[in-house]
């Protein structure tokens, strides 16, 4: 590892935070120079949010030093983060859906001194901003009439430009953009360097790390692996300290083609403009097929369309032999399809009814007869499906949104397992538990879930795909870049494949994109 040169504005030294029976970060020693953009990557659960954490004063270190500006810091909180210039934009946009692009883009600075809000003055400020960066939005708008790339657009010209930060955290900024959008952050990360100011750039995608940054820093395991200069790095050798030692998985661990049942479900062609393009696919009963890539891959709009929320555009589809085109999320259900979304909080569970009510959302129609609910059998299903997911509460009759993130994850898979159903596409159903509630989840994944049914399933990263599937279809910017089989398994191979490689290999290195 390099030795950090002497002039760094951000310095970690030491940090290690320890979670009851986990250790998230382990002795990090991390630093960002004035004028650089210091990439940071590792696979999911690498540490990479507790870093963020750390650094926006959310999360405490058990140990170690965080030096900003030559001050030394045992932990920071958020206010004093934003006061010594940390400033951080997340994954997820977070704005003011009510408020006008303007009134984001200066929220926490309308009034001056006086106390007033000088609205024409808050306007010419916002277009200046934005006819900067070639961002051409009415001030004027309400930020929930802007796509989902925009606002993300709008939080990074706050933190970065409008806050005037020292430091900027980038946590995965680019994966929300579209590619016009993309290419204005890269104006604003060019923008900020040039300004002296030092970027902590986070990503998945290595190609995108490679062109952007000068340095580049290796989580894995909540380890600091390497600190390397981009042009010691080339996409194979990143990937290799990404990975580490590649996990291999041995057939048995799975199950052999010949014990599946009969196919359940088969894919021919199918795309939806601007998402995915060309899917071909099938599932057999008690088959778990995982879909592995990056965010913007298309994972999530796939099982959309098949779940007919977001129908796809061309292609066909058929459930046991029999065409089917579904426009609706009910349609689906009727003939056995069952989706799990992604976002439990607002699509998943309705938070003020109680835990039973959840779990019988999907089902009701089974225990009503001539306009009544049978309630009593009704209520023994849903004390099934509460025993059988194993959702930690003090009865079926507390609320759901007094659960754990883990045990709101299981509320919805029950909801989803108690009619029953023939396929179940569970979009990333792990996605933000502890390690408990993620081991517990997968094991009803691979135990009642495909017992008498068919799961696709989805994933950002590979562990849970490797621990569970019996195939792993790879999509690339929505195209389909190659299926393994259980005894194909190999982490780099899937890794690389996941970046791009394996398509641009098919395309002659061409670029590629979802059209």
Sequence with gaps: MEKPPSNSVLMLEGITKVYPGTIALEDVHFEALPGEVHGLIGKNGAGKSTLVGILSGLVEPTSGSIVLNGRPFSSLSRSRAKREGVAIVPQEPEIVLDLSVAENLFLGELENRAGFVSWRKLRTDARRVLDRFGLALDVDLQARDLSLSERQLLLILKACV???????VLDEASASLSRNDGSILERIVGDLKALGKAILYISHHIDELLEICDRLTVLRDGRVVETRTKDLLDHRSLAELVVGESFAAAPSAGMRRNQFGEEILRIVGLTRWGAFRNIDCTLRRGEILGIAGLRGSGRTELLKAISGIEPADAGRMSL??????????????????????????????????????????????????????????????????????????????????????????????????????????????????????????????????????????????????????????????????????????????????????????????EECRAV
């Design 162 to 168: 409008v806050e005037d930060a020292k430091i900027v």
């Design 320 to 509: 046991k032999g029999k065409a089917v085109a579904f426009s609706r999320p009910s349609e689906a259900l009727r003939e056995g399809v069952a989706y799990l979304p992604e976002d439990r909080e607002s699509e998943g569970i309705i938070r003020t009814f109680s835990i039973g009510d959840n779990l019988l959302l999907n089902s009701i129609a089974k225990f009503s007869r001539n306009g009544f609910v049978a309630w009593g059998e009704a209520r023994r299903r849903a004390a099934e499906i509460f025993s059988d997911v194993q959702i930690h509460a003090f009865s079926m009759e507390q609320n759901a949104e007094e659960l754990s993130g883990g045990n709101k994850q299981k509320v919805v898979i029950g909801r989803i397992m108690s009619n029953e159903p023939e396929i179940y596409l569970l979009d990333e159903p792990t996605r933000g538990v502890d390690i408990g509630a993620k081991r517990s989840i997968l094991s009803l994944v691979n135990g009642p879930l495909r017992e008498n049914a068919g799961v696709i399933l989805t994933s950002p990263g590979l562990d849970d795909l490797l621990d569970v599937c019996d195939r792993i279809l790879v999509l690339y910017r929505g195209n389909p870049v190659r299926e393994y089989g259980r005894e194909d398994f190999d982490e780099k191979s899937l890794f690389m494949d996941m970046q791009g490689y394996g398509f641009q290999e098919q395309r002659g290195g």
